[in-house]
């Protein structure tokens, strides 16, 4: 709720937030107003998100990473303080695509099929995408980057392709359909429906192949050679910051010595940064400190982590800078809707922080073929031949090391809160959204704090192309879209009332009003916090208010049941392995 509760009673009648089919706003038509502004023509919409990157790692979340471009989308637009994803990137990118909790999109885990409606390993049939909602209403649609929601890795016939990008709605695709790899031979790299490899692709060949570049090229490459009338949509999804920490020379440079003082001095800057900005509360607490820099080996290892890793978000700020430039320059940036988010928390996986038996291989290997597809998600070797290194020995940043930045630096991405991407405590699940549009955004500079999640994005797209979310689509019915139009604080009025829903690998949480319910792991027991008190999730207040907890227990068990939501674990081995 917008409001504060006045009491228990008030908040015990909301028993039915949160069902299906909430409002969008009114599918909105092309001549609303907005703020007291004629919106006289359908705006672009640009959807841009990040991979693995905490709450606080750009630079108007408090962050000491240089990021001029997003700062001034924020400066210009709106910031949200309250906006949520999933916890982890599969279920967080079919839930943006589809408006759909990724347990009804069939993406309730990862890409393998367990042979139930909520965890086929893709996207499934009873959904649509945003692509293929804006087609309807005459949007074109494209796509650079990380697709991530098909089992169908390595498609034995075009049949298996079906929830594929151009078969889900997009005009033009070029990225990765698989989720993590090498920045410079990205696995699965694809163009339209045709794999490629960066060193034979005769559309792209940079002097240096970069896939952070690379998305970005070919966003600024559809926006400038869109040539019709109609608006477009294009999906930007960047596998910054994800690890491998692979950043280009120039980059890491900038931030040499930054990260030398250790994880504690940063965290806490940017804590300061945050309350003086408004996005946190001076009360509130800082989360435990995860790493304890006097007792780390391998500083200079651990430091240059981290200074890949803000290097890795500097190179996409400027790829989005570039995108703006271009929107600018073909007039059309002052209708373009642009968002900006992350899939989940700060990663606390430890991918390559031991060394690897090809660590100390000494012995030059075969080199690649340029037209040889990289097949692994972790290469054995550089296309050149040289063998891939892992752990302290190798300084992360080069295509031959394949090195993640660790649970303490996490720590630092996700400051102020706790825990990381997987569980659903606010570390893992609280991500920026930056809303810039001068067409139709009357709020500069301005920080909106109603809680809002990734289910909402379909709807807000809906509403401001002045389109229709379908009933049916191909001769199937579809699931009614969770989310509601985020259009209405576009100039400062409120959301419905409602509650938000969370589950990934047995970690559970649900917010409504102030008040949030969390737990970790299957048998974890409920937690409750107040977020307006304490959004930290420092006190735990289950025990002196089990009537929340039980009341709120019962809603989130009867969302589950609706959302295709089951036990987990409930079987050891997947019934498919993702091809």
């Not at 098909?150 to 929830?163: L, V």
């Not at 120039?250 to 250790?262: N, V």
């Not at 810039?436 to 999640?453: A, K, T």
Request: proline share 7%; net charge neutral.
């Amino acid at each position: 709720m917008s409001t504060t509760m006045k009491n228990r009673r008030d908040f015990l009648k909301i028993v039915g937030a949160g069902t299906a089919g909430l409002a969008m706003g009114g599918c909105a038509n092309i001549s609303r107003w907005l703020g007291g502004k004629a919106v006289s023509q359908r705006p672009n919409i640009i959807l841009i998100m990040s991979d693995d990157m905490g709450y606080s790692d750009i630079g108007c979340y408090g962050s000491e990473i240089h990021t001029p471009n997003l700062d001034q989308l924020a400066e210009k637009g709106l910031r949200f303080t309250q906006f949520y994803n999933t916890a982890r990137c599969c279920p967080t990118r079919a839930c943006l695509l589809t408006g759909l909790y990724p347990h009804q999109a069939g993406m309730g885990h990862m890409t393998n099929d367990y042979g139930l409606p909520g965890y086929t390993g893709g996207i499934n049939g009873p959904c649509v995408t945003i692509a293929e909602a804006l087609k309807t209403a005459g949007y074109a649609t494209y796509m650079s980057g990380k697709w991530h929601v098909t089992r169908h890795i390595k498609p034995k016939s075009e049949a298996d392709k079906y929830n594929w990008p151009l078969q889900r709605g997009f005009d033009r695709f070029y990225g990765t359909i698989f989720g993590a790899g090498s920045f410079y031979d990205p696995v699965s790299l694809t163009r339209g429906n045709q794999p490629i490899s960066p060193a034979a692709d005769p559309q792209y060949q940079p002097e240096t192949f970069y896939y952070t570049d690379a998305i970005s090229d070919h966003a600024v490459r559809f926006v400038r050679e869109h040539d019709t009338p109609e608006p477009f949509f294009i999906y930007v999804a960047y596998t910054a910051a994800h690890w491998p920490m692979h950043a280009l020379p120039q980059d890491i440079a900038k931030y040499k010595g930054r990260y030398d003082g250790g994880y504690k001095p940063i965290r806490e800057a940017r804590f300061e940064r945050m309350k003086k900005m408004g996005l946190i509360d001076p009360s509130w607490q800082l989360s435990a400190q995860a790493g304890h820099w006097d007792q780390t080996e391998n500083q200079a290892w651990e430091a240059r982590c981290m200074e890949v890793y803000a290097a890795m978000v500097d190179r996409m700020d400027q790829g989005i800078g570039r995108i703006v430039e271009e929107l600018k320059k073909t007039g059309q940036f002052d209708n373009t809707l642009i968002l900006f988010l992350q899939d989940n928390g700060g990663c606390a996986e430890g991918y390559g922080r031991r060394a690897s038996e090809s660590s100390t291989a000494d012995t030059p290997l075969t080199p690649m073929a340029p037209e040889e597809l990289q097949q692994d998600m972790i290469p054995k070797k550089t296309r050149d031949g040289r063998p891939v290194r892992m752990g302290p020995e190798a300084m992360p940043g080069p295509a031959d090391t394949y090195i993640s930045y660790g649970r303490a630096w996490a720590n630092v991405s996700n400051t102020p809160f706790r825990e990381y991407k997987h569980w659903v405590h606010e570390g893992g699940i609280a991500t920026p959204l930056i809303a810039h549009w001068p067409g139709g955004i009357v709020r500069h500079g301005e920080l909106e704090s109603q809680p809002g999640h990734l289910i909402d994005i379909m709807a807000t797209c809906v509403d401001v192309a002045g389109a229709k979310y379908p009933t049916t689509y191909k001769q199937k019915k579809i699931i009614h879209t969770e989310g509601v139009s985020l259009a209405p604080t576009f100039d400062g009025r409120s959301l419905p009332d409602r509650a938000i829903y969370f589950e990934h690998e047995g970690n559970r949480a649900m917010r409504m009003d102030k008040w949030k319910l969390v737990a970790k792991g299957p048998e974890g027991p409920w937690e409750l916090y107040d977020m307006a008190a304490d959004r930290t999730e420092t006190n735990n207040l289950a025990e002196k208010e089990p009537d929340y907890v039980n009341r709120m227990a019962a809603i989130w068990e009867k969302w589950a049941k609706r959302a295709n939501v089951v036990p987990w674990p409930w079987e050891p081995k997947p019934k498919k392995k993702s091809e």
